[in-house]
């Protein structure tokens, strides 16, 4: 008898030891990431990235989960009903955590509430460009020109409540213009409608426009980072430019449901910053134009609150409405 409790207080710490992985490994079930979108976008190459890592790291199998629909909304209501261990992670951007909550109506998830941040994973600027036919060849001349004949230039996004469309939004506050927004169905049509010269600009993820500014398809007007993009060095920064206060940058982070208790979390995030650190994931990030950019949990938290607080501010001033 006595040895049998020995191996049951053996077999309990062994069980502790695995913190966050437990319930997982008790019932058997891989962690999963969830993605809110299609596979093939930017959250789901990331979470893929991500993922591969991670079960590299001695995790056991992490699986990716797209669960697309509402902005990533779907996913996000999901994760918050989600137990709590661990099992049950999600790749979050500012389109879902800090807009598409806010923008929709219908929407009970709220990020603040919801979840707890586990670690940033990585930024992306985005860039202003013009299509080549238009006049302008800088920030200041668009300004000129749009101030001249307000609301008469059209600008593309790849939908409303997108970072794009919000960087926009911001941008022109800022500037002190008004133009027309030009919805689409995603950030493919809306370029090729550009350099079809159907509309004259749009903002854009600057790893899905370098090709066509380096070939000079497209005009690179600003890039929406603190810094110049190192894919872009001669494309200026748009306070460089003279419109302050419009940085954006596109960010991904791992988020987990609210009540995960800290210890998990904060073995989540070392394995995260782990996988961060390697050689192979800053490429294969790199490749895809992601600068990585790990925090802890709380810096994320914060994040996410002050994100939140930011564009919860253009929406309203903006009078932004999504379809329902």
Same mark, same amino acid.
């Given at each position: 008898?006595?040895?049998?409790?020995?191996?049951?207080?053996? +077999?309990?710490?062994?069980?502790? $030891? =695995?913190?966050?992985?437990?319930?997982?490994?008790?019932?058997?079930?891989?962690?999963?990431?969830?993605?809110?979108?299609?596979?093939?976008?930017?959250?789901?190459?990331?979470?893929?990235?991500?993922?591969?890592?991670?079960?590299?790291?001695?995790?056991?199998?992490?699986?990716? *989960?797209?669960?697309?629909?509402?902005?990533?909304?779907?996913?996000?209501?999901?994760?918050?009903?989600?137990?709590?261990?661990?099992?049950?992670?999600?790749?979050?951007?500012?389109?879902?955590?800090?807009?598409? $909550?806010?923008?929709?109506?219908?929407?009970?998830?709220?990020?603040?509430?919801?979840?707890?941040?586990?670690?940033?994973?990585?930024?992306?600027?985005?860039?202003?460009?013009?299509?080549?036919?238009?006049?302008?060849?800088?920030?200041?001349? +668009?300004? *000129?020109?749009?101030?001249?004949?307000?609301?008469?230039?059209?600008?593309?996004?790849?939908?409303?409540?997108?970072?794009?469309?919000?960087?926009? *939004?911001?941008?022109?506050?800022?500037?002190?213009?008004?133009?027309?927004?030009?919805?689409?169905?995603? *950030?493919?049509?809306?370029?090729?409608?550009?350099?079809?010269?159907?509309?004259?600009?749009?903002?854009?993820?600057?790893?899905?426009?370098?090709?066509?500014?380096?070939?000079?398809?497209?005009?690179?007007?600003?890039?929406?980072?603190?810094?110049?993009?190192?894919?872009?060095?001669?494309?200026?920064?748009?306070?460089?430019?003279?419109?302050?206060?419009?940085?954006?940058?596109?960010?991904?982070? =791992?988020?987990?449901?609210?009540?995960?208790?800290?210890?998990?979390?904060?073995? +989540?995030?070392? @394995?995260?910053?782990?996988?961060?650190?390697?050689?192979?994931?800053?490429?294969?990030?790199?490749?895809?134009?992601?600068?990585?950019?790990?925090?802890?949990?709380?810096?994320?938290?914060?994040?996410?609150?002050? @994100? $939140?607080?930011?564009?919860?501010?253009?929406?309203?001033?903006?009078?932004?409405?999504?379809? @329902?």
């Amino acid at each position: 008898m006595g040895r049998q409790t020995s191996r049951r207080r053996l +077999l309990v710490a062994a069980a502790a $030891s =695995l913190g966050p992985w437990c319930a997982s490994a008790q019932t058997n079930r891989p962690i999963r990431i969830l993605v809110g979108f299609a596979a093939g976008g930017g959250n789901d190459v990331i979470a893929r990235i991500l993922a591969q890592k991670l079960s590299e790291g001695g995790l056991g199998p992490v699986l990716v *989960e797209n669960r697309t629909g509402a902005s990533g909304l779907i996913a996000a209501d999901v994760l918050a009903k989600s137990s709590p261990d661990g099992s049950t992670l999600m790749i979050a951007s500012q389109t879902t955590y800090a807009v598409a $909550s806010m923008l929709y109506k219908s929407a009970t998830f709220d990020a603040q509430r919801d979840v707890t941040g586990v670690a940033m994973l990585g930024t992306s600027p985005l860039v202003l460009v013009a299509g080549p036919s238009f006049a302008a060849t800088s920030v200041r001349e +668009l300004i *000129e020109m749009a101030k001249a004949r307000p609301g008469t230039f059209n600008f593309a996004s790849g939908g409303v409540g997108t970072t794009p469309h919000m960087a926009a *939004e911001l941008f022109l506050f800022n500037a002190g213009i008004r133009m027309t927004h030009v919805s689409y169905r995603g *950030e493919a049509p809306a370029i090729a409608d550009v350099l079809a010269g159907q509309v004259p600009l749009l903002f854009a993820n600057v790893s899905v426009v370098t090709g066509q500014v380096k070939s000079g398809t497209l005009k690179a007007l600003a890039v929406t980072s603190p810094k110049r993009a190192p894919s872009l060095p001669d494309v200026p920064t748009l306070a460089e430019s003279g419109v302050s206060n419009s940085d954006v940058e596109t960010w991904f982070a =791992l988020t987990a449901p609210a009540a995960t208790p800290r210890d998990i979390v904060l073995r +989540l995030n070392g @394995e995260v910053r782990r996988a961060l650190a390697t050689a192979g994931l800053h490429q294969r990030f790199a490749d895809i134009g992601l600068s990585v950019d790990p925090s802890s949990p709380e810096e994320l938290d914060t994040i996410i609150k002050v @994100e $939140s607080a930011r564009w919860g501010e253009v929406i309203r001033r903006a009078g932004i409405r999504a379809a @329902e």
